[in-house]
């Protein structure tokens, strides 16, 4: 979808969404719901416009609005449900991404600390392992190789298990 400076007309959003989603939304039928949405004081205002069609009987105008990124956000999930689930689950990858990202930084972080006391610093290798949502630490020292299991976040140094 483009957004030229940042803002969408309505009927350029329910072309998009009946495009991308096999639908038949009707604009007129959008534009009747908009003043129920408009009353939400955090939905924001939105400018009258318009927007040149082409029909059988030759080329127009149409009276739509223009609304910015996050109000057509709001709009493509409260007219089509599919759409709704895709910025679900596409937030629950990206909030999973986050986390892993983090787990994998503050992993490596505890993987130093956690060498510096086994060898006084300098590790010869180390790897996570993933194993039923549970993540461990495998790390080759100077005194043989220890798995370090991590339970909710926090490295159990103490049941380490030398391999």
Known sequence: M???NNKV???SL???INHS?????????????????????S???VENTTAKIITLKGKGEIKTISLNKEQAM????????????Y?????????????EENTQDEMMAMVEHYDRILNGGGFK???????????????????????????????????????
């Open 2 to 4: 483009d957004f030229k």
């Open 9 to 11: 007309t309505l009927f």
């Open 14 to 16: 329910v072309n998009f």
């Open 21 to 41: 989603f096999n639908l038949s939304i009707r604009h007129n039928d959008v534009m009747n719901i908009m003043p129920k949405l408009c009353k939400v004081d």
């Open 43 to 45: 939905f924001g205002e």
């Open 74 to 85: 709001v709009v493509a999930a409260h007219i089509c449900n599919d759409y709704l689930i």
């Open 87 to 99: 910025v679900i689950r596409r937030l629950d990858f990206l909030e999973r991404k986050h986390n």
């Open 125 to 163: 290798n180390e790897s996570l392992i993933r194993n039923e949502d549970n993540l461990s630490i495998v790390m080759k020292c100077i005194n043989g190789t220890y798995i370090i299991p991590i339970v909710n976040n926090n490295v159990r140094l103490t049941k380490a298990t030398r391999i």
